[in-house]
């Protein structure tokens, strides 16, 4: 298992900002995307902070990624909106159609967004994050328009995407609520982290190219593919399916359906239900049950002496306050991020420095 380094996390930022503007980015984008990767990786999921640059670069190269794009309004009734993300940067279209979602929510009371077409939009959690620190709940379907990842329950080649489920319930005080996991049973970026880093994946969550389980991360990456399964049986590949309709299809996104797919691509499609929680009339009383609930639920015996039950968002806060200062990354994932720099580098000519630079230490 090859070993973990540390980065500087704040130069991290800094590092990707730099590597989105030499690759033509304008400066907003490339805030956003920077941000957005080194947030995912703050709030423990390194499956979709900096490790996703290299298939960005690729996809950038193969023309699948088109950088500085806007959203367009596909239709507009007000409170229910289909816009189009151009295949542009996720980070920077999914921020866009939020600030939409949440200025019609806010206006209206509810907003329903179709976003479809947009490149992979990485940490879902950070755009339910973007409606409640407007105090806004959000309800977010997303599937993934890539190589089939996921079989279905039943069966054992791979038929669906990793298509997550978001939910961020605001509070007054104190981080929101906040759901938001893969339906597969863990992101396949999880299983890339441990294939860079030469580890096993978790029993229990692959099947090999014969649908036997299996620990080995490579079958998601080497000839002959496997897949992985879904989250909780067929509870999770249910929820992952309606994804495709829910989260693209209904309103004029692709599904994972071969015939929609583009080599190298990967795209997502996103529903997003904005609302305006004060609305109902009801604050106080949510707060205050909210309070007595997450008390309830706390005070349960706990599995294990000395580790707490956590409220759905509260594992992120504690990685967030543990990699203020420092990120950990596998040296695998760095060697990779060193190649993605030297290809825009070579291509855009330009001399921005590589991520072996940002090492603080070897862990
Ligand atoms: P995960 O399995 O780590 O689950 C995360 C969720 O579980 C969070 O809501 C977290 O607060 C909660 N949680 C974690 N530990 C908990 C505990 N002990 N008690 C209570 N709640 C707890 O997440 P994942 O499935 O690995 O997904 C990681 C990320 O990948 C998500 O942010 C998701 O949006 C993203 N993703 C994106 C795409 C895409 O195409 N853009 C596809 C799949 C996943």
Redesign the pocket.
């Known amino acids: 298992m090859l070993p973990d380094v540390s980065l500087d996390t704040g130069a991290t930022e800094q590092w990707l900002y730099e590597l989105w503007r030499g690759a033509g980015s304008n400066a907003v984008e490339a805030r956003i995307t920077a941000e957005h990767l080194v947030g995912?990786n703050r709030?423990?999921?390194d499956?979709?902070g900096v490790s996703v640059v290299p298939a960005y670069v690729r996809s950038l190269v193969a023309g699948n990624l088109v950088l500085n794009q806007r959203i367009t309004i596909v239709s507009d009734a007000v409170s229910l909106l289909v816009v189009d993300g151009n295949r542009g940067m996720?980070q920077s279209i999914a921020a866009q159609t939020m600030s939409l979602a949440i200025a019609r929510a806010q206006a209206h009371g509810v907003a329903v967004v179709g976003l479809r077409n947009s490149h992979?939009?990485?940490?879902?959690?950070?755009w339910a994050e973007q409606a409640t620190a407007a105090g806004m709940a959000s309800i977010h379907f997303?599937n993934?328009v890539s190589r089939p990842l996921v079989a279905p329950h039943g069966g054992v080649q791979a038929r669906l995407?990793?298509?997550?489920l978001?939910v961020g319930l605001p509070r007054r005080a104190g981080a929101p609520i906040?759901?938001?996991?893969?339906t597969?049973a863990?992101?396949?970026?999880?299983v890339r982290v441990a294939y860079y880093k030469k580890a096993p994946a978790p029993p229990n969550v692959l099947l090999d190219a014969h649908g036997a389980p299996t620990t080995d991360p490579a079958v998601m990456y080497e000839q002959p593919l496997g897949a992985l399964l879904a989250?909780a049986g067929h509870k999770g590949y249910a929820l992952g399916f309606v994804c495709d309709l829910l989260g693209a299809a209904l309103f004029g996104g692709a599904t994972a359906h071969p015939d929609n797919l583009i080599s190298g691509g990967?795209y997502?499609n996103m529903i997003a239900i904005v609302f305006d929680p004060a609305r109902f009339g009801a604050l106080d009383h949510y707060e205050r049950e909210a309070d007595a609930f997450i008390d309830y639920v706390r005070s349960a015996r706990q599995a294990q002496p000395g580790q707490p039950?956590?409220?759905?968002?509260?594992?992120?806060e504690h990685y967030r306050a543990a990699r203020a200062r420092a990120l950990p990354l596998d040296a695998g994932t760095v060697a990779l991020l060193d190649e993605a720099v030297a290809t825009i580098n070579q291509i855009r000519g330009t001399n921005l420095p590589s991520a072996s630079s940002l090492r603080t230490q070897t862990r």
């Not at 906040?178 to 893969?182: K, S, T």
């Not at 039950?309 to 992120?316: K, N, S, V, W």
């Open positions: 995912a709030a423990g999921h499956s979709h996720g992979h939009i990485g940490r879902v959690g950070h997303t993934v995407g990793t298509n997550p978001t906040l759901l938001d996991f893969a597969s863990i992101a396949v970026g999880k989250a990967m997502n039950i956590l409220m759905p968002g509260e594992a992120e």
